[in-house]
């Protein structure tokens, strides 16, 4: 596999973005592959990092966390960033933080319970050497969550950009 995705890995992918739980003689049936020769691709698509890991998804807001914002942060300088950086993975309100373009010069996802916990985070953030402020957007509703990747679109994303992945159609079809 290395350098090379057929339509049977993408195929693998596209179904694990549908159910991270899905069992391997499911898996097996949905690509039409014996369960060991989906077991060795699974281990494949782990090895070459295409695969970074599973995981689950919770429901924040049943576990009391009401407030989700995204906070727009603007440090003063790259001097800054190492100390930024290990602030931002000492916070657990912090559950992704995005390194980003045009204002300011990070966007953080934040799940927090309350809006006296939000403003003490962020009175915390503002606190940080070289914060010289944020801009916060409270969540009101997600519309959209997409964790599927479609095979149909990395298939051409990789070939208009002329990946080193190739697709062998008919090789697909053997495997």
Request: aromatic residues 6%; proline residues 1%.
């Amino acid at each position: 596999m290395s350098g090379h995705l057929d339509l049977i890995d993408l195929k693998i992918i596209e179904s694990l973005g549908e159910n991270g739980r899905v069992r391997l003689s499911e898996l097996a049936e949905v690509v039409g592959l014996s369960i060991p020769s989906v077991s060795e691709r699974l281990d494949k698509l782990q090895k070459n990092g295409i695969i970074k890991g599973f995981s689950m998804e919770v429901d924040e807001r049943q576990l009391g966390f009401d407030i989700h914002a995204f906070v727009r942060v603007r440090i003063d300088s790259s001097k800054h960033y190492k100390s930024f950086m290990e602030h931002v993975m000492k916070e657990d309100e912090i559950m992704e933080c995005f390194s980003v373009t045009g204002e300011g010069s990070h966007i953080l996802k934040v799940m927090t319970h309350n809006t006296a916990s939000l403003e003490q985070f962020l009175s915390r953030i503002q606190s940080w050497p070289g914060v010289l402020g944020t801009n916060t957007s409270f969540v009101l509703s997600q519309l959209k969550k997409n964790k599927k990747i479609s095979a149909e679109i990395v298939r051409s994303n990789l070939q208009d950009r002329q990946v080193l992945i190739t697709f062998d159609e008919k090789k697909s079809r053997r495997s």
